[in-house]
């Protein structure tokens, strides 16, 4: 409702209670509109900016996890205490990346589906072995996931296995592709790709903010407008010195803005 068809419309003449019961009616709905906007606006928000952490969690793991394969097969044996230690390195960044997951699904990503496909497939190639390892080859050296995810190591076992097949544990972690490490690196790999399902929910979500900001504007600006009429209502009564409209006395003063206090 423009101002100037009110003034028109009411020129010399105070205004009905009809007429601003019905403009401050649109403006209450307006201003609830804006405020479910802004509700879904935060909330997509926080989706986006945990979809964020998790991308760059699982970046960072891919890239330790590759490290930790050991590259080509060396013409050596491997030396056992540093495959001992690439193993508790790729537990402690896997339990890193883990502990990232739950904090997001109590937090920013709580109920997400891209977060709950990265950590059922994480923990099921852990649990099955994959393409190369076989299933229960991880506990044999002494590595489990325990009921939070987290992978424990067992000190006496990982000793043991490294005492008596170092080259096999080493294998574990890397061998052509299919060990361990390659296999969680590669994994997290099909998460960060540009067709990922983190990509596309963080594209999905990003169309929705920009629908949700176009809306915003167009509210805004209804808004300011009702606002101006509801302002031109009130100076108008104070002028004829109407004073039932607001439920004040007839002629006493105030601003144009009273009725915002």
């Given at each position: 409702?423009?101002?100037?068809s009110i003034?028109?419309?009411h020129a010399g003449t105070a205004p009905?209670?009809?007429?601003?019961?019905r403009v401050q009616q649109t403006l209450s709905s307006q201003n609830t509109g804006v405020a479910k906007l802004n509700a879904t606006l935060a909330r997509d928000q926080t989706r986006l900016s945990g979809l964020g952490q998790l991308h760059s969690a699982l970046a960072t793991f891919q890239a330790k996890a590759a490290s930790l394969a050991g590259g080509k097969t060396a013409s050596t044996a491997p030396d056992a205490a540093q495959t001992g230690k690439n193993v508790r390195a790729l537990v402690a960044a896997y339990n890193?990346?883990?502990?990232?997951?739950?904090a997001l699904q109590g937090g920013d990503l709580k109920g997400d589906v891209a977060l709950?496909?990265?950590?059922?497939?994480m923990a099921q190639l852990l649990k099955t072995g994959g393409d190369g390892v076989a299933a229960g080859a991880l506990a044999k050296a002494g590595v489990t996931l325990d009921a939070s995810g987290n992978l424990q190591v067992d000190d006496k076992k990982l000793a043991a296995a490294l005492a008596a097949d170092a080259g096999g544990v080493a294998r574990l972690l890397g061998n052509g592709g299919k060990g361990m490490a390659e296999q969680l690196a590669a994994r997290a790999g099909t998460f960060t790709a540009d067709n990922s399902v983190i990509r596309h929910e963080a594209s999905t979500l990003n169309k929705e903010i920009t629908a949700i900001n176009g809306k915003r504007a167009v509210l805004s600006k209804a808004l300011t407008t009702q606002a101006n009429a509801l302002a031109?209502?009130?100076t108008q009564q104070a002028q004829t010195g109407g004073g039932g409209l607001l439920g004040g006395a007839s002629g006493a003063s105030g601003t144009a803005f009273d009725f915002l206090a």
């Amino acid at each position: 409702m423009a101002t100037s068809s009110i003034n028109a419309n009411h020129a010399g003449t105070a205004p009905s209670t009809d007429v601003y019961n019905r403009v401050q009616q649109t403006l209450s709905s307006q201003n609830t509109g804006v405020a479910k906007l802004n509700a879904t606006l935060a909330r997509d928000q926080t989706r986006l900016s945990g979809l964020g952490q998790l991308h760059s969690a699982l970046a960072t793991f891919q890239a330790k996890a590759a490290s930790l394969a050991g590259g080509k097969t060396a013409s050596t044996a491997p030396d056992a205490a540093q495959t001992g230690k690439n193993v508790r390195a790729l537990v402690a960044a896997y339990n890193e990346l883990n502990q990232k997951m739950l904090a997001l699904q109590g937090g920013d990503l709580k109920g997400d589906v891209a977060l709950g496909q990265v950590s059922r497939q994480m923990a099921q190639l852990l649990k099955t072995g994959g393409d190369g390892v076989a299933a229960g080859a991880l506990a044999k050296a002494g590595v489990t996931l325990d009921a939070s995810g987290n992978l424990q190591v067992d000190d006496k076992k990982l000793a043991a296995a490294l005492a008596a097949d170092a080259g096999g544990v080493a294998r574990l972690l890397g061998n052509g592709g299919k060990g361990m490490a390659e296999q969680l690196a590669a994994r997290a790999g099909t998460f960060t790709a540009d067709n990922s399902v983190i990509r596309h929910e963080a594209s999905t979500l990003n169309k929705e903010i920009t629908a949700i900001n176009g809306k915003r504007a167009v509210l805004s600006k209804a808004l300011t407008t009702q606002a101006n009429a509801l302002a031109a209502l009130y100076t108008q009564q104070a002028q004829t010195g109407g004073g039932g409209l607001l439920g004040g006395a007839s002629g006493a003063s105030g601003t144009a803005f009273d009725f915002l206090a």
